[in-house]
Every structure is written in C-alpha cells, then in structure tokens.
Nanobody, 119 residues
Framework: QVQIVESGGGLVQPGGSLRLSCAVS????????MGWYRQVPGKQRELVAR???????NYADSVKGRFTISGDNGENTVHLQMNNLKPEDTAVYYC?????????????WGQGTQVTVSS
C-alpha cells in the first residue's frame, strides 16, 4: 500500500504558472510510472503528463511546450511545472502512481488538487 500526497494547486490568472507536487510514501514497493491526470465535471479523466522509471515521458497535445513533468525516483516524488496557464486548464488534477509490491502490480490515485485559471 502506498500513500500519495499532492500539493500546489490554486487560483492563477491566465498566463501564470503553478507547480504541482506529488509525494509517495510507504514500504515494499517499486514505482514504475508516475503521472498527472485532470478532470472537469461531466468529462472523463484525461492524461496530462506521465513519466516512467525508465525516463520516458509523454504529454497531452494540449499542454506540450507549456507543462513539464519531472520525477525524483530517489525521493518518490513527481512535479508538474505548468506555465502559460489557460482557462481551459482549469480542472482537478490527480496524481497517479503505478508500482509493484513484490510481483503484484498496483495503481493508486491521490485525492486531487484544484487548479483554477481565471482573471
């Protein structure tokens, strides 16, 4: 079992920046991927950015060039630097962790953090 704590959401004006952080704690697990997803009411949760333990990253087309995901495997943390934010980035952002506990796979979510982009 892992514990996931997210931080960094808030209200920002269009064009502004925010940095989201996700910290994973627990014991007896090995992380294979961490990522950020977002969801607005009435829509499906969608991938924003994801990074794997092998160093592969991928981004939603809508955030390429504006958002950067970075991970610290040693600290079991992942950050999402969001620049040039737009009103359409408003959503609840969720951290996702894919891991192995022994040979058993796990896939857990954080509680979500609200990001609101508005003037």
């Amino acid at each position: 079992q892992v514990q996931i704590v997210e931080s960094g959401g808030g209200l920002v004006q269009p064009g502004g920046s925010l940095r989201l952080s996700c910290a994973v704690s627990g014991s007896g697990f090995r992380i294979s991927a961490m990522g950020w997803y977002r969801q607005v009411p009435g829509k499906q949760r969608e991938l924003v950015a994801r990074t794997t333990s092998g160093g592969i990253t991928n981004y939603a087309d809508s955030v390429k060039g504006r958002f950067t995901i970075s991970g610290d495997n040693g600290e079991n943390t992942v950050h999402l630097q969001m620049n040039n934010l737009k009103p359409e980035d408003t959503a609840v952002y969720y951290c996702n962790v894919v891991y192995y506990s022994g040979t058993y796979p796990g896939d857990d979510w954080g509680q979500g953090t609200q990001v609101t982009v508005s003037s």
